[in-house]
């Protein structure tokens, strides 16, 4: 299955589940008025310009690169937060977030010596990660009166409407919808797109920049899954990266809230 076809399926089937679950279900609110374009804008950042840079990034970049490549968002939430939120980042959270950026920074350099990633398929993903940093910290920044599911369910979905007319256009059809990726969706949809991502949600009320530095756990598992599932390389400087980015984010998580 081609790749944004593939993730406008997971989208618009997560938001048609949540949607379910949170109006007939539960019976939890509509949104009303300002609330649509609030949600619409968080599924911009969250869903659909994030995703579908990504998808053009991956083209030009290593799997392994693009996991080590979310260790970017805590700076770019902290930058956002302090400037957006007024919220004062701490010593200490500058501390973890460089060292976490340096980490990156000694992983991927091997990759870009073996041809596993393109300048411009680094600054691509740079960018996804920049709008989804400014996503985090729209939500933060706005004072819902929705519930979480419900916003999570609206901006899931919006994000795949959004993403619908590019997979029409762009993508050219031909597509398996196999046992294999029956099996992919279903993990994508309910793990990831509702339980990790209500998660997320719960985590970025309650402090964007100390959520943010958990991102760091990403390229650790995202490194791991690349070298054993797609045989991507693996080196001692990957091995000093994924060190440096386990102590940043053990400084990150002891700063007192």
């Known amino acids: 299955v081609e790749p944004l076809t593939f993730f406008t399926i997971r989208f618009l089937a997560a938001g048609v589940l949540l949607l ?21 804008v968080f599924g911009a950042f969250n869903t659909a310009l994030y995703l579908g840079i990504f998808i053009i990034a991956l083209k030009n970049v290593a799997a392994g690169i693009t996991a080590m490549a979310i260790a970017l968002n805590p700076l770019l939430i ?38 596993h990633a393109t300048v411009s398929g680094v600054l691509l993903i740079v960018l996804c ?13 706005v004072k819902w009166k929705l519930q979480r599911t419900t916003i999570n369910a609206w901006q899931v979905f919006f994000g795949g409407m959004m993403l619908l007319p590019f997979a029409l256009l762009f993508e050219s059809g031909d597509n398996s919808f196999d046992l294999k990726f029956f099996l992919s969706l279903t993990w994508l949809v309910i793990p990831v797109s509702i ?8 985590l970025l009320k309650d402090d964007a920049v100390r959520a ?20 991507e390389p693996f080196t001692l400087l990957t091995a000093l990266g ?4 386990l102590t940043a984010l053990y400084i990150g998580q002891r700063v007192k809230a």
């Open 129 to 141: 990660m920049l709008m989804y940093s400014i996503g985090s910290v729209y939500y933060a920044s």
């Open 195 to 202: 339980g990790a991502v209500q998660l997320w949600l719960r």
């Open 78 to 115: 902290g930058v956002l937060s302090s400037q957006t939120l007024k919220r004062k980042v701490l010593w200490r959270e500058w501390l973890s977030i460089f060292i976490g950026m340096l980490g990156v920074a000694i992983a991927t350099l091997p990759l870009l010596k073996t041809k």
């Open 20 to 40: 379910l679950f949170s109006h007939v279900i539960k019976r939890y609110a509509f949104p009303s008025g300002i609330e649509w374009w609030q949600v619409g």
């Open 212 to 231: 943010s530095i958990w991102l760091f756990l990403c390229p650790i598992f995202g490194l791991t899954y690349a070298t054993f599932l797609l045989d």
């Open 242 to 245: 994924a060190a440096f980015v």
